[in-house]
């Protein structure tokens, strides 16, 4: 089945969504950061952090900026990518972003 022309993909309305708000973008990624805790969930947030960075510019010109190369870029915000927390932060810098830290809310009862 080819693609209608002109239709959108929802990765493509996606990206598009995210870079025309960024509080939308902001709480996209915070909820997928939030599935880095479990490594079975983990793919998730890496997508969600590469889905932000097409939407801030591309994924060639956030790693041109973050000082690493399109491959490892790719390579890192894969599925199966595994991010040293130096990538991490440089990626985050460079579409407007930073890494906080909040105390984690357990029920008890």
Same mark, same amino acid.
């Given at each position: 089945m080819s693609k209608l022309k002109g239709a959108?993909? /929802? /990765? *493509?309305? *996606?990206i598009a969504e995210l870079s025309a708000d960024r509080e939308l973008a902001v709480e996209y990624l915070k909820a997928a950061m939030e599935s880095l805790d479990n490594p079975d969930d983990r793919a998730a947030g890496l997508l969600a952090l590469r889905t932000v960075a097409?939407?801030?510019?591309?994924l060639a010109a956030v790693a041109a900026e973050a000082g690493i190369s399109r491959e490892s870029l790719y390579r890192t915000l894969s599925p199966k990518g595994n991010p040293t927390l130096k990538t991490l932060l440089a990626v985050l810098k460079t579409v407007g972003l930073r890494l906080s830290v *909040?105390? *984690?809310?357990h029920v008890h009862g």
């Open positions: 959108v993909s /929802h /990765h *493509e309305r *996606e097409e939407a801030y510019g591309g *909040e105390p *984690e809310h």
